[in-house]
């Protein structure tokens, strides 16, 4: 898969899409032509009671990876939401920044099909992750 390419730290900032960004404490680095890049670093609030990285915390940035990717194919006026996720998990993390890269497999007029891969610094695959979306217009994309 080709690399995208990722911006200086200045223009990061103003790649910020959500405000779960905030509140999980995961950054999105790079979004363009159906791809994007989100990293995160796991910290003591972010485990469950084995000590290991939290199932529920991978997903949300395999989640926002393939939401960032999706919406650069979205036109003018259209919104989306997800219909569909579903997450394997490859291997345990105890202590690794963690890199979530996201594509967009298919935009259909309607549907599309996202996955997402996420690697711990090793460079190793942590987890994959997909995701069935369906674009908004008009009436239903109010609002979102």
């Known amino acids: 898969m080709a690399q995208i390419p990722v911006p200086d730290d200045q223009s990061i900032e103003a790649l910020s899409f959500a405000p779960v960004e905030d509140i999980v404490g995961f950054k999105l680095i790079a979004r363009d032509g159906g791809r994007a890049v989100v990293l995160f670093t ?21 989640d926002a990876a ?7 194919t ?13 997450i394997n998990y490859l ?6 920044t963690l890199r979530a890269e996201g594509w967009v497999v298919k935009a259909g007029r309607t549907i599309g099909l996202a996955e997402c891969d996420i690697y711990d610094d090793s460079g190793s695959l942590v987890a994959r992750a997909t995701s069935t979306c ?11």
């Open 42 to 62: 796991p910290t003591a609030r972010h485990v469950n009671p084995m000590g290991t990285l939290h199932g529920g915390i991978i997903c949300d940035i395999a």
């Open 91 to 96: 291997k345990p993390v105890w202590r690794s």
């Open 74 to 86: 979205l036109q003018d006026g259209e919104t989306f939401t997800t219909l569909e996720m579903k």
């Open 134 to 144: 369906m674009t908004l217009r008009g009436q239903a994309a109010i609002g979102r």
């Open 66 to 72: 393939m939401n960032a990717a999706y919406l650069t």
